[in-house]
């Protein structure tokens, strides 16, 4: 588990929606919209993410809205990125 973890952390496409997610919940078309992806693209990263309990959703109506889903993964990526930085 601890290496997919990191698997997903080290996808870029992963980690613009992970940190996306951090600041608030977003649909699909949102997330696509504000990262410049594609829908299909946005919704496979997701189903990864999902898989490893990384992302959680809520459905409203057709559309399902995606949050982060662990706080320890929130201050691991705060912890990388701020290390990163000081590199």
């Given at each position: 588990m601890v290496s997919q973890t990191f698997?997903?952390?080290?996808d870029p496409t992963r980690l613009r929606i992970l940190h996306l997610l951090f600041q608030?919940?977003?649909?699909?078309?949102e997330i696509a919209e504000k990262l410049s992806l594609l829908q299909?693209?946005?919704s496979?990263?997701?189903?990864?993410?999902?898989?490893?309990r990384l992302v959680k959703?809520?459905?409203?109506?057709?559309t399902l809205y995606y949050t982060h889903d662990?706080?320890?993964?929130?201050?691991l990526l705060?912890?990388?990125?701020?290390?990163?930085?000081?590199?």
């Open positions: 698997k997903a952390l080290s608030g919940e977003h649909s699909v078309n299909s693209t946005v496979h990263q997701l189903r990864f993410l999902k898989n490893l959703f809520r459905r409203e109506g057709t662990d706080e320890h993964v929130i201050d705060k912890q990388s990125i701020e290390h990163a930085s000081h590199h």
